[in-house]
């Protein structure tokens, strides 16, 4: 049997909180390896915590400045020696969302090819975990370096990855404060035809702020699977909110569907967050008709906008912790900085942006405390491929633009 089909197989086998006893032993057996730990990301993406068999007990490596952080800011392999004794960092990342990286030390340089089969196990690996949450709590402690708040809990158990990679586009997203998040919230799904993006911004604090996000994500869920249109979502999950807060409490949303066939995009902006495009190297924020925060009133009935994306367009996507964040003389971060933001990241893969952009707003604060959470998603869009253009979408057409730059 082929080494690299042996390791996979024993991966599988195994019990979920045993991958890495089984990794050590498989790659120990058939590669010669003479140490292999797993390190996952933490929460706020800025650290590589151990997987042990205890959690919080071996402390975490910076992502900066760090050979294994290299491997996963580059999403590429690097390696460090010690004498004859190689130790490759390979990145553990699963359809664009990156996880962590799987260090292998062996005792001396192997030929290239060896490093391509271990790549490979890498990212079975990165499998392995996503089956694995389900059933241990192991994975899911090695990501945190300091406990979570209980509404930081709840919402990270609320989203769909902090990434995702198709041949049509690229998406990722992060909040923050990573372990004390409680309002705000992205959701995403995609099928052959269709890519759903949602942005929340739940009003309040704590966990009665992570209580209703939860309620709302939870109740556009129900709606979007049940088939029907985006505008008919808002209103199902509005009234969903308003049975059970009675306008007392209520959701900012903003609600887009993409074509993947046609690049057409249909919108539902409920008290929005805020939309930038970046085309040809100029940030422009796309405008809608706002319209009341699900919630708000019984029976709201809710209007669609459209727009067209063109091959090679990004989007981001900010709440109002972003653009109402207060700098040190007390001025808020603008439109102009946050066209700037956009446009200062536009080389980085859209997963790598709103790290970026969240770490340049800390920066802005000279580390002060956020006054409120904060919500940065980014999609960069390719344009369709054969298998999405089957047909044709509905017309959608621009409603308008304000342009910053």
């Known amino acids: 049997m082929d080494r690299s089909l042996a390791v996979e197989r024993l991966l599988r086998d195994v019990p979920p909180h ?3 006893r089984a990794l050590r032993s498989g790659l120990g057996e058939h590669f010669g390896a003479e140490a292999v730990e797993l390190l996952m990301a933490d929460y706020a993406l800025t650290e590589l915590c151990q997987v042990g068999e205890q959690p919080y007990t071996t402390e975490p490596i910076p992502v900066d400045g760090t050979t294994p952080g290299a491997a996963f800011l580059a999403q590429a392999a690097t390696f460090s020696r010690d004498g004859d004794r190689v130790t490759g960092y390979l990145p553990v990342s699963v359809r664009g969302d990156r996880l962590g990286v799987l260090a292998v030390t062996l005792p001396r340089e192997p030929e290239p090819p060896v490093w391509a089969e271990l790549q490979r196990i890498a990212e079975a690996v990165a499998h392995e975990l ?27 158990q609320l989203l769909p990855g902090r990434a995702c ?17 409680y309002g705000d919230c992205f959701d995403w799904s995609a099928s052959a035809r269709k890519l759903a993006v949602t942005l929340i911004n739940g009003m309040g604090e704590g966990s009665e702020a992570a209580l209703l996000t ?4 939870n109740a556009l869920r129900n709606a979007r699977r049940a088939g029907i249109a985006l505008d008919a ?10 049975a059970h807060y009675r306008g ?3 959701v900012a949303a903003l609600l887009l569907e993409f074509d993947l066939g046609t690049g057409a995009v249909e919108v539902v902006d409920a008290g929005s967050p805020r939309l930038w495009r970046l085309r040809d190297g100029k940030a422009e924020r796309i405008l809608f008709d706002e319209q009341l925060p699900l919630g708000t ?3 709201t009935i809710y ?16 709440s109002d912790g972003v653009y109402n964040a207060l700098g040190p003389h007390g001025e808020r971060y603008g439109e102009r900085e946050l066209a700037e933001a956009v446009t200062a990241t536009a080389e980085l893969p859209a997963a790598h942006v709103p790290g970026a952009m969240l770490r340049e707003l800390s920066t802005r604060r000279h580390g002060s405390q956020a006054e409120d959470d904060a919500m940065v998603v980014c999609l960069d869009w390719f344009g369709s491929t054969p298998l999405s253009r089957t047909g044709n979408g509905p017309a959608v057409t621009v409603r308008r633009t304000d342009e910053t730059r």
């Not at 209007?303 to 900010?318: I, K, N, P």
């Open 165 to 181: 990679t198709r041949a049509e586009f690229a998406l990722g997203g992060q909040l923050e404060p990573a372990y004390a998040i």
């Open 214 to 217: 939860n309620l709302a994500v």
């Open 233 to 242: 979502q808002a209103e199902l999950a509005d009234q969903a909110l308003y």
């Open 248 to 250: 007392a409490e209520h």
């Open 130 to 156: 996503f089956v694995a949450d389900r059933d241990t709590d192991l994975y899911i402690q090695a990501r945190r370096s300091s406990r979570l708040t209980l509404a930081a809990e709840m919402q990270w």
């Open 18 to 20: 045993d991958l890495p």
């Open 297 to 299: 009133f019984d029976g």
């Open 303 to 318: 209007t669609l906008e459209g727009f067209q994306a063109a091959d090679g367009d990004r989007f981001v996507f900010v």
